[in-house]
């Protein structure tokens, strides 16, 4: 069930995604006919200069689109998220592992700590506002910091929070989506509010969308009723 919370100062909101309407404006569709190299997306992300890497199916490339053309590059495996940084250094995260773009081929970058927890959806590579890569494991987020490749581990769940389930960030911020509560560190702030969703009747969020401004959506379950 898609529901409405809102959290402090943070100004949470969780809920089903808005369409407001415009001026007139139309939706535009891209498939194959315009240069995709498939209809179908496994994942889709915008980069910071305002394009989309859309990865498919079971095809040797990718799809870039910047609203006006369809550019493509190599695919760096099934089943991969790319995460593209504001200096356009791109990554990418899937079951074989985490990959970085240089010189259009996806290079493998060895990261043992994240790699033994065998997690690789799509919600678990984020870049942050300084380029470093965020890999969010099960109950840690882990920071690997371009130059030099460094892994740290940023932050660790508590117990009452559940497990990690996705990073993501926006303009607002980097947020982090677990079982049951979110957290939040503010652009330029080092610090990590914790919010938990069980004194909202809620548990199981997923699904999570920032917009940018403060605001957050996702999916949750009503303990309550399971829905």
């Known amino acids: 069930r898609w529901v409405t919370l809102l959290l402090g100062a943070a100004a949470m ?4 995604p808005r369409v407001r309407a415009g001026d007139g404006a139309e939706w535009r569709w891209w498939d194959r006919a315009d240069g ?10 915008l980069d910071p ?6 990865v498919h199916g079971a095809v040797p490339n990718l799809s870039i689109l910047d609203g006006y053309r369809t550019s493509n590059l190599p695919t760096p495996g099934r089943n991969s998220k790319i995460a ?6 791109a990554w990418a995260l899937n079951p074989y592992g985490l990959f970085h773009l240089e ?17 690789s959806d799509r919600g678990r590579i984020a870049v942050d506002e300084q380029g470093a ?3 969010a494991g099960a109950r840690t987020l882990y920071r690997l910091q371009a130059p030099g490749r460094k892994l740290t581990a940023e932050w660790n769940a ?10 993501s960030v926006d303009a607002s911020g980097t947020w982090l989506v677990l079982d049951h509560g979110l957290v939040l560190r503010r652009r330029g702030s080092k610090q990590w509010d914790e919010f938990s969703s069980l004194a909202a009747g809620l548990t199981g969020l997923q699904t999570p969308w920032a ?3 403060g605001e957050l959506m996702m999916g949750g379950v009503e303990r309550s009723t399971g829905r």
């Open 13 to 16: 909101l969780l809920s089903a």
């Open 36 to 45: 995709m190299n498939e209809s179908y997306a496994y994942s889709v992300t």
């Open 49 to 54: 200069a305002g394009r989309l890497w859309v």
């Open 84 to 89: 593209v940084a504001a200096s356009g250094d």
């Open 103 to 119: 010189r259009s081929r996806w290079v493998r970058v060895a990261v043992p700590e994240f790699e033994a927890e065998h997690l």
């Open 133 to 135: 890569v965020l890999l």
């Open 158 to 167: 508590p117990a009452e929070l559940g497990r990690l389930g996705s990073v």
């Open 211 to 213: 917009d940018g401004s």
